[in-house]
């Protein structure tokens, strides 16, 4: 099986960059894509991305610009200190 994607959509906001604490560049930004049919509205896909591609996303993108993104699907889950279990996809 194979996990690749491929997405086309503008920013919603200005990309976020931070660094981990091993000094990784990391950009979180969240991408409005359309759906198809008429007057269906649009799809908003969060996404990260790390190292050299973050930084050159966080230095040439802002909001309402378009781009088209390769890569794969995660998703992960996780308890919260107050015992809620929470997913993130």
């Known amino acids: 099986m194979l996990n690749f994607v491929g997405i086309q959509g503008r920013f919603v906001r200005d990309p976020e ?3 981990t604490n091993s000094g990784k560049a990391v950009a979180s930004f969240t991408l409005a894509v359309d759906r198809p049919g008429k007057d269906s509205g649009a799809a ?4 990260v991305a790390w190292e050299k591609t973050a930084e050159f996303i966080s230095n040439y993108f802002m909001k309402g610009n378009a781009i ?8 992960r ?3 919260t ?3 809620h279990k929470r997913a993130v996809h």
Not at 44 to 47: A, G, L, M
Not at 68 to 75: F, K, N, P, Q, W
């Open 77 to 79: 889950s996780y308890e």
């Open 81 to 83: 200190k107050e015992g």
């Open 17 to 19: 960059m931070r660094r």
């Open 44 to 47: 908003f896909i969060p996404c």
């Open 68 to 75: 088209i993104v390769e890569g794969r699907l995660t998703s």
